[in-house]
């Protein structure tokens, strides 16, 4: 399976994404986890992406699509990949089907989760996040088992900088004028799912799920 969630922040796509590519048995593949390792660890990449990142504006197309690249070139991607956060823009989205091309690939389909700007500001300013394996938890829907500490690999939790108020109304300006043409490009592929991403995270995967089952119905899930 090869599935695209696409949302706002604050849709759920990392939350959705992760126990999808449990299930599926499938990498996650999150450019913004992956530019934020890149930050953290100094290399040529994160030093160019941080003041985006740090901005909330979108790191330059070509310098995320040859992390991609890269990406897509590990042998785990062959049987499938759960991919959040890309595309963003309708360049990125030729730009992916060119590298999946490639690889005699396709995507499957693509999730848009269509999310209220009330619940993602909720969400966001509530969205605590582990330092050492970047697992998302929530003050009060998700909250960690210990207060300040991760329940998978007992790392420390934060806030993103990103996920500050004045940043977060940036992503979503910018999410706003991408969104419609990504949206046409997919509905145009027939390829484009809508859930509303307000809903309980059960109920999303179940519904994701059932779109994948749709697909291949002897999906063992
Ligand atoms: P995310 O974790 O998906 O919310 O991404 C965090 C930040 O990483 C975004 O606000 C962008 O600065 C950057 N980023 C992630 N994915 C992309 C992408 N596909 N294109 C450009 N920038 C990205």
Redesign the pocket.
Known sequence: MRIVLLGP?GAG??TQAKILADRLQVPHI???????ENVKNNTDLGKE?RD??????????E??AKM?TKRFAQSDTKNGFIL??????LN?AETLDTILQEKNMAIDFVVYLDTAEDIIIQRLSGRLVCSVCAANYHIKNMPPKVKGVCDNCHGPLSQ?T?DREE?VRK?LQ?YKKEVSSLIDYYERQHRLRRIDGGQEADIVLNKIIGFAKMLNDSLKV
Do not use: C, F, H, W
């Open positions: 922040p796509k990392g999150s450019t913004g986890d992956l530019l934020r992406a985006y990142m740090e901005r909330g504006l979108l790191v330059p197309d310098l995320v991609l959040d956060g890309y595309p963003r823009n990125q993103r990103d940043t992503r910018i």
